[in-house]
């Protein structure tokens, strides 16, 4: 045996040594990179009955943020006080907070209460409730060619005083003020009452005055006769279409006794309800904060 040979022999115990010493090291390196990532990470994933805190967003026609969307509700503030976010026309809020609620309770709407279930704190949720899954109210359809308004209306004071702000009725005196229709009125206050009478011009269309506000639509009145009732058509512009099936973003009418959210127009038909969120598919993208 030569003498290199005798010193490379003496020397592979020590680089096995070495070596196993290396790899050890290596390995408790890795398992605490593990332990402090993955191993003591809280799993706790969301179940039936647990109580639960999320933040939310949820919207009509598409999630937060993607083309069409319209929020309806929020927890941030930073979308409620966006002026670029578009909001649904009912949209009023003015204090955010998040949500707390128990799954399987049946405090919040089932699609959204189960959208938790498996997961973990921290984790972004999309969910679709469908129309039929969601808030049920009911809708009507008008013909497009069939509206008519009473020549003489009555209104409580107050549903007048909501609607008309800046017009003040007086007893036994016929102010004259501009209705919602677009075209001129008297209003006389009778008690706790207003009465209204109209004076359209056969052949005049007419704009909404609330038109103006709002950013999904016009709606006109087209008045073609005149008996003891106003005789219109209705003239809807510049809306958006949300699908192929004659969905549109939806335009606000509020007549003071009554609001109409018009969500479809079709083969001169339109259909309309009264509350907004009603019968409409609802997009929620919610942050699970918190499983207790």
């Not at 022999?9 to 680089?15: A, E």
């Not at 959208?115 to 921290?122: E, F, S």
């Not at 009911?138 to 069939?146: D, V």
Request: charge should be negative; charged fraction near 20%.
């Amino acid at each position: 045996m030569t003498g290199e040979e005798k010193v490379k022999k003496s020397r592979d115990p020590i680089f096995t040594a070495c070596l196993v010493i290396f790899m050890v090291a290596v390995v408790a390196i890795l398992g605490g990179f593990v332990n402090d990532h993955y191993i003591q990470k809280d799993n706790t994933k969301a179940a039936y009955g647990d109580e639960v805190e999320v933040s939310y967003t949820g919207s009509f026609y598409a999630y937060v943020g993607e083309e069409y969307a319209v929020v309806f509700d929020t927890s941030y503030s930073s979308i409620g006080n966006d002026d670029d976010i578009s909001k649904a026309n009912s949209f009023t809020k003015t204090s955010y907070s998040n949500l707390t609620f128990t799954i399987g309770k049946g405090t919040m709407l089932q699609g959204f209460e189960e959208a938790v279930v498996g997961h973990k704190v921290g984790d972004k949720i999309l969910v679709k409730i469908d129309a039929g899954e969601g808030y049920i109210g009911p809708q009507y359809t008008k013909s497009i060619t069939g509206g008519y308004e009473d020549l003489s209306v009555t209104m409580p004071k107050t549903a007048f005083t909501n609607l008309y702000e800046d017009v003040t009725p007086v007893s036994g005196v016929a102010v004259t003020f501009t209705t919602v229709y677009g075209w001129e009125a008297t209003a006389t206050l009778a008690g706790n009452d207003v009465v209204i009478y109209n004076m359209p011009v056969v052949g005049e269309t007419y704009g909404y005055i609330g038109n103006e506000d709002s950013e999904y639509g016009t709606v006109e009145f087209k008045v073609t006769s005149i008996d003891d009732q106003i005789h219109f058509e209705y003239v809807f512009d510049k809306y958006t279409s949300v699908g192929n099936n004659g969905d549109i973003q939806m335009i606000e009418i509020d007549f003071g006794t009554e609001t109409w959210y018009v969500s479809n127009i079709t083969n001169g038909d339109f259909t309309y309800k009264t509350s907004e969120k009603d019968n409409i598919d609802l997009y929620f993208e919610i942050v699970l904060e918190s499983i207790n």
